[in-house]
């Protein structure tokens, strides 16, 4: 049997992504009950038909866009983490930075806003997010936490408390860019955001030198 043409192989292999790639980008402009199939389809420059060759349905779908997309940078972030001997703050200040480069400025930054606007609707596809991404990411901070704690460095604290503050003003960064931001008559400078978070955070974790 004759071999498929070189240009045809890579154009299949290539086909997933290509996928993931347009359904990203429909998920985060129009949410995730707005997207039709076809219209992920069309943006990847295939038929439906070809789509469900990778892909069973929606669901699938944007399971395989956390997958491929953000459980790597989630992992990144773990072994960035377990290899650090420096202070904790500076960890916590690269997982930050390393996030914002990964996450914050690609379109993957628009999927909090999407979750937390169809969560109950598509319980599911909610759950999926939080058990992996979600759950995964704050027991990397907890134990980073616990790092600082144990070793004098941080203030203690409840963990799961510090966790939410931490998290929460970098939600409300992303949420405000893809919703209200638009009628900002000055943009919010997210580095200097950034850095503002994490001044307020070294003031409220480090433990006062006597």
Aim: with cysteine.
């Amino acid at each position: 049997m004759n071999a498929p043409h070189p240009s045809r192989k890579r154009r299949k292999e290539a086909r997933p992504a290509e996928f993931l790639a347009a359904a990203l980008g429909l998920f985060v402009e129009k949410g995730y009950s707005a997207t039709r199939l076809e219209e992920i389809a069309l943006r990847a420059g295939a038929s439906k038909g070809t789509l469900y060759l990778y892909f069973k349905n929606k669901e699938a779908l944007f399971q395989a866009v956390i997958q491929e997309g953000v459980l790597p940078i989630v992992a990144e972030s773990e072994a960035l983490a377990a290899r650090h001997e420096g202070s904790s703050f500076a960890l916590l200040e690269h997982l930050l930075d390393n996030w914002w480069m990964r996450i914050g400025t690609t379109d993957f930054a628009g999927i909090p806003k999407l979750m937390i606007a169809e969560a109950s609707n598509f319980p599911e596809v909610a759950r999926f997010y939080y058990e992996n991404v979600i759950l995964r990411t704050r027991a990397l901070l907890a134990r980073v936490l616990e790092r600082g704690f144990a070793s004098g460095e941080f203030r203690r604290m409840d963990a799961e408390t510090c966790i939410d503050l931490l998290i929460a003003p970098i939600l409300m960064l992303v949420i405000w860019r893809h919703s209200l931001a638009v009628y900002q008559s000055q943009p919010t400078d997210p580095r200097q955001y950034l850095s503002m978070h994490m001044n307020l955070l070294r003031q409220g974790l480090l433990t006062p030198q006597v």
